[in-house]
């Protein structure tokens, strides 16, 4: 892909999340986009496990690099929508806290698993992660802005993510990448102590 596809595509996912925003703007009502956007964000388990992914997306290699973000990105969606529409989920706080350990401890020992099983557990991740973002949308926010601003987000993140992986890698600093996964999977055990 060019590079001037690729800013082209970037561009119209940021119109399709910013735009409704701005028609919004002066009534009072929030779009959605720009909550959905922010919402990964602001949380440090959310911002973490986002990143994580991609870390240890790009530390597996291969097609892997792409394929557990995009497993991510798309059961996280299902689990937005289970959360929008108040379909209860239980253990949520704790597993999210326990997605934050296991993909840090990954991290930190440099573990490979076969492609379907990293699917499978970045998959049963992302369905809470998705559900906490559905059930904190605000009320006055529309439901496909709001899912595709933090979906964005979080494709941005797991970037973050892959290309500190590779650049830590690239400069001769790859131990750092294992020690990230240590500050994450200690982040997740604080936090599921907390729980």
């Known amino acids: 892909m060019s590079i001037t596809l690729q800013y082209r595509v970037v561009f119209s996912l940021l119109c399709l999340v910013f735009v409704p925003d701005l028609a919004y703007a002066h009534t ?3 779009g959605g986009g720009l909550h959905g956007m922010l919402h990964p964000v602001t949380g440090l388990d959310h911002l973490c496990a986002m990143i994580a992914v991609g870390i240890w997306a790009a530390q597996t290699g291969g097609r ?6 995009a497993t991510f990105v798309s059961i996280m969606a299902l689990g937005g929508w289970l959360g929008m529409a108040g379909i209860p989920l239980p253990y949520l706080e704790g597993g999210i806290a326990a997605s934050l350990f296991v993909l840090g401890v990954m991290i930190a020992a440099a573990i490979r698993l076969p492609v379907y099983v990293s699917m499978a557990l970045v998959g ?4 809470l992660h998705g559900y906490a973002h559905g059930v904190e949308m605000p009320q006055n926010a529309a439901g496909l802005n709001y899912a595709l601003g933090f979906m964005f987000s979080t494709i941005v993140l797991h970037l973050t993510g892959i290309g500190l992986a590779f650049s830590l890698d690239k400069t001769g600093h790859k131990p750092y990448v294992r020690m ?3 500050a994450i999977a200690a982040l997740g055990g604080a936090l599921c102590f907390a729980s």
């Open 64 to 69: 892997t690099t792409w394929i557990l973000p």
């Open 180 to 182: 990230a996964g240590v």
């Open 28 to 30: 009072g009502v929030a």
């Open 124 to 127: 049963g991740f992302a369905l």
